[in-house]
């Protein structure tokens, strides 16, 4: 069986509303795959779904082959680590803290210790902090380390979240809607960004997109997978979707609602 994440025929249904219906999907190693579709498609619930959130009425999910059975706490310690819309931080932590926190699942000391100040808690916490300069330096916001999440514009606090994420050396990483709220001059720097994590020297992760800014989608993406009704209508390279009918009528029609 294929390496990396896979959805087989996961359905999922809210009391009479069927949300997901026979999604099948894959994320291989060094994948960047984005999920598109109109407004309630499915593509919250699917992110749900892989985060744990969502438990899946049918199918299944498969990471290198094996059953998987996400819980939201638990997803680091698989490999995988998350964004969600909006960003997340914690208020009361500096911005080094926060992306800290992303990797303190790695320390061998408990809280215990480092509330006693014991000194293997001392050498975790060294070792966590080094480790969260590198991602910050990586992702080039490291002049914001000592500050108050809050304080910075939401493009900056985009991009925090993100170290957050990324500090658990993830393999997969989700993301749900990074490209909200930024503008223009920020989504092509963030496209960059994503287009480089399959690739980076240390740490690189396959990426799972769920995203409304279609070009982002189109830029970063090497399949796409889109839903429409809670259904896969069509998957394939950027090229290929753009032009699927399937694509074109989802969309059409979800327009022709809008204007209705
Ligand atoms: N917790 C819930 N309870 C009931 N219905 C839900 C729930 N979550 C989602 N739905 C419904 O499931 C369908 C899919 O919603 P979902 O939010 O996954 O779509 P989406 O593609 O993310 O939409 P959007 O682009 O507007 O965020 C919608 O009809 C939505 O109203």
Known sequence: MADGLALHQVGVRF???TALDDVSLTVGPGEVV????PNGAGKTTLFNVVCGFVTAHTGTLTLDGRPL???PHRLTRLGIARTLQGTGLFAGLTVLENVMAGASHTARTGLL???LGLPRSDRDERRLREHAH???ADLGITEYADAAPDTLPFAVRQRVALARALAARP???LLDEPAGGLGAEDVDTLAELIRQLPHRATDPCAVLLVEHHMDLVMAVCDRIVVLDFGRVVATGSPEAVREDPAVVDAYLGAAVDEAA
Not at 34 to 37: E, H, L, M, N, Q
């Open 15 to 17: 009391g009479g509303l």
């Open 34 to 37: 984005g999920v598109i579709g």
């Open 69 to 71: 059975r996400p819980r």
């Open 113 to 115: 210790p480092a509330l």
């Open 134 to 136: 590198a991602v910050l």
């Open 171 to 173: 393999r997969l990483l």
